[in-house]
């Protein structure tokens, strides 16, 4: 197995049980809710902005490998969150737009539900099990066409600090190199944005035939490559896994590749801002 990321979420790729639109299907996202919050020290008054500075990048990456732990499992493009009529909720008080930072397509890290329909955003309330306040994003400031579907998670907190986008369907061949094209496109992209890349591919593993040195007919097994003849079905199956992560001290993205039950491949970019899972769990531990 290759050596696990250091880059998010903290893109954990956590564990996020997912309701489908059809209820006949199921999914497991991309990652494990159990390690959410980024596990960081609080550093002392007594060390030097410098230093502090050290140790954020520090704990960011610390807390990358901590997330990344498990693979992310098949992916299924329709299986996307259901989405349900808006409802009259309360939401806890919007965070200070002192602390609002860019985020991806024109939404703001730390805005609050209020914050964000305020820019003229249209949220529908959409069921992501163990997740509080998520919504299917639409009108958009920086729409990218290719996406699909936006979704974003508030928290408890009423504080943007999740966002998951979808790309569209793509008519794919055997070898997934649509999807493949794509694939190293916004990786590059992250990369010149987020930086430290790191790369995961788990192959599939493939039976030959062969002979040995005496001309007998023997079985020997060997790793796919990416981009071999049956790479969509391996992507489909789950026998090949093939993700990246990025990340900077703030922001965590992780980028992978799905395809679905009619053989249409896509990819899904999942973000998270480190610097508010930071400060939400520096909160908690100063209030025990």
């Not at 020290?41 to 050290?54: A, D, H, Q, Y």
């Not at 989405?83 to 939401?91: A, E, F, H, V």
């Not at 794919?172 to 999807?179: G, H, L």
Request: without cysteine.
């Amino acid at each position: 197995m290759k050596t696990l990321l250091v880059a998010v979420f903290a893109y954990s790729f956590l564990t996020l049980d997912v309701k489908a639109q059809d209820p006949t299907l199921s999914q497991n996202f991309l990652f494990d809710d159990s390690d959410i919050i980024v596990k960081a020290n609080i550093p002392s008054e007594e060390k030097t902005t410098n230093t502090n500075s050290k140790e954020i990048a520090k704990d960011a990456v610390n807390a990358a490998k901590n997330l990344l732990n498990q693979k992310p499992l098949k992916l299924q493009s329709k299986n996307f969150p259901k989405i349900k009529k808006s409802i009259p909720t309360q939401y806890p008080s919007p965070s200070s737009t002192s602390k609002l930072t860019e985020a991806p397509f024109g939404l703001l890290w730390n805005s609050s539900i209020i914050d964000t329909r305020n820019q003229g955003i249209k949220l529908t309330v959409a069921e992501m099990k163990d997740y509080t306040n998520s919504f299917l994003a639409t009108n958009l400031p920086k729409p990218l066409d290719f996406f699909d579907r936006v979704y974003v998670v508030f928290g408890q907190e009423n504080e943007l600090y999740r966002i998951l986008a979808y790309s569209n369907t793509i008519e794919d061949d055997s070898n997934a190199s649509k999807v493949l094209q794509q694939y190293q496109k916004f990786s590059q992209l992250l990369e010149k944005k987020y930086g430290n890349k790191e790369e995961d591919f788990t192959p599939a593993i493939i039976t030959k035939t062969s002979t040995d040195a005496q001309g007998k007919e023997i079985t020997i097994t060997e790793e796919a490559p990416i981009g071999n003849p049956e790479f969509l079905s391996q992507l489909e199956t789950g026998t090949a896994v093939l993700f990246s992560t990025y990340h900077n001290d703030n922001v965590a993205a992780a980028l992978s590749i799905g395809v679905d039950g009619n053989k249409k491949s896509y990819i899904v970019i999942d973000y998270k801002n480190l610097k508010i899972l930071k400060e939400q769990e520096a909160q908690t531990l100063e209030a025990l």
